[in-house]
């Protein structure tokens, strides 16, 4: 709880109206996108300028106050419940943003919608690849905050590859900027790395420097069915063992494809055991060229039916059945969970088997889809948040796929981060000794465990694998 004397210190700085603790305020960040995680903070509070969050920050961290920094709370692994309680700092207030058409940059502050920086440098003939499906509500702080990812991660990166600098505020009230306009910048250990994906728990993102590429002069994309997982499999290796990188390069399973066609209704294959939708964009000779090859990969590994869109407006139809999979699937179930585990390419198929395997072992509905391209599935449970039975299932079962994600050489998350979600499981990825550093880094940046506590690690760390 915050004493009425601290809560009047706080409103003096951002004003009676941005500084909130009725309980509509406090219920109504309480939660984010992740289900089944809900704290009441004591208190929201909306900065407009680096000055104010300073201030904020020098009275939480006198009085030991958790502060949990948040953009729109679109984020998938329960980042921003203030679990500890304390304030929650609502970014979406500094929404100021600057081009530099010489400097090929963009300086945002980190309220701004990631679909506004699209929009905008598009309009310049620019581009910002990173396109979290989450993008038209997700805010760019919450983006960099998670390193978020998305279908273009496999030719262009996620959001790590596009921050070339970062002003923060620590949770002393200090301000350190890192990087800049530079491409070129090795003076020191890269910090703006390193608060890229640290999920509010090092400091609080206040401006950010984004590089910016061309824009592809054209865009093309297709589809192509199978009847057997391991034709689509072998297909997304020999694409990229020949030197193509499509732009987008998505997978989804035949429960996901019955569910997409049954709520979009645009003629994807239900009978098909997986499909793959493939986009390239660059100059159309390069364009054309590469479509052509990937056409002929598709039949020689076994596809039964490709279509081409003949125009880029015909691709985005195309790729909006991946861009509504979450959509249709939550018409489903009441909860839905959506997981992130990453596995080298190699391994997609066998990860696929695997989620399925397991969703019948415990009797559970889970669809999968994601980025076959890096390797980066999303198995999607469907169920029931007030049926505990069903819901202690759910979380051996996801016990058992990031076991088996890790077993296989890859990860628990691949984009969506840690967060409180994950906290348990992260030591199976990391290990002791790199988890015991990452806690040494941590101590550095906030002595006191105020920024975003409980989150990444866990008090109460998961000892048992998941089975099988």
């Keep these: 709880m915050i004493s009425p004397e601290i809560q009047a210190e706080l409103a003096a700085i951002v004003g009676e109206e941005q500084f909130r603790t009725d309980p509509e305020s406090r219920i109504s960040h309480s939660y984010d996108a992740t289900p089944m995680y809900q704290s009441l903070p004591d208190g929201v509070i909306y900065p407009t300028s680096t000055d104010e969050v300073q201030k904020i920050l020098r009275i939480a961290s006198k009085h030991s106050i958790p502060v949990v920094g948040r953009g729109s709370g679109s984020n998938l692994s329960a980042d921003t419940v203030p679990s ?39 309009k310049e003939g620019l581009f910002y690849p990173p396109d979290p499906s989450s993008m038209a509500i997700s805010t760019i702080g919450g983006n960099i905050a998670e390193c978020s990812g998305g279908l273009r991660g496999l030719k262009y990166g996620t959001t790590k590859d596009y921050v070339l600098g970062l002003e923060a505020v620590l949770a002393s009230g200090e301000v350190i900027r890192t990087g800049g306009k530079l491409y070129k910048d090795v003076a020191g250990y890269d910090l703006t790395k390193l608060l890229v994906g640290s999920e509010g728990t090092l400091a609080i993102i206040t401006e950010a420097t984004l590089k910016l590429i061309p824009l592809p002069e054209s865009r093309r994309a297709m589809v192509a069915h199978y009847t057997d997982l391991d034709a689509a499999a072998r297909t997304v290796s020999r694409i990229l063992s020949e030197g193509i990188i499509p732009c987008t390069l998505e997978f989804m399973d035949q429960k996901t494809i019955q569910v997409v066609e049954e709520y979009a209704n645009i003629g994807l294959p239900k009978e098909m055991a997986a499909i793959l939708l493939i986009e390239q964009d660059g100059p159309p000779a390069i364009v054309e060229h590469d479509l052509r090859r990937i056409r002929e990969i598709c039949q020689e590994s076994g596809a039964t039916h490709l279509e081409v869109a003949q125009t880029e407006a015909e691709g985005t139809r195309v790729m909006a059945a991946r861009r509504n999979a979450l959509a249709a699937l939550a018409r489903l179930r009441p909860t839905l969970i959506l997981e ?25 509905n889970i669809c999968t889809f994601g980025h076959a391209g890096d390797g980066n599935l999303h198995p999607t449970l469907l169920t029931d948040a007030r049926d505990p039975s069903e819901i202690e299932r759910a979380e051996q079962a996801f016990a058992d796929i990031f076991a088996a994600a890790i077993r296989l050489g890859g990860t628990i998350t691949g984009e969506h981060g840690v967060g409180l979600a994950k906290a348990p499981y992260l030591e199976w990825k990391t290990g002791r000794i790199a988890l015991d550093v990452m806690k040494g880094i941590k101590k550095v940046f906030d002595p006191q465990g105020i920024l975003n506590p409980g989150k990444i690690f866990t008090d109460t760390p998961r000892t048992e694998r998941g089975r099988d």
Aim: hydrophobic letters at 35%.
């Design 84 to 122: 500890k309680g304390g304030l929650v700092m609502v970014m979406t207030r500094m929404n100021r943003m600057e081009l530099d058409r010489e400097n090929h940059t963009l300086t945002v502050q980190p309220g701004v919608h990631t679909q506004r920086i699209h929009d905008t440098v598009e």
């Design 340 to 364: 992130d585990t990453t596995v080298p390419r190699s391994e997609i198929a066998s990860m696929v088997r695997e989620i399925n395997r397991i969703a019948d072992k415990y009797q559970l």
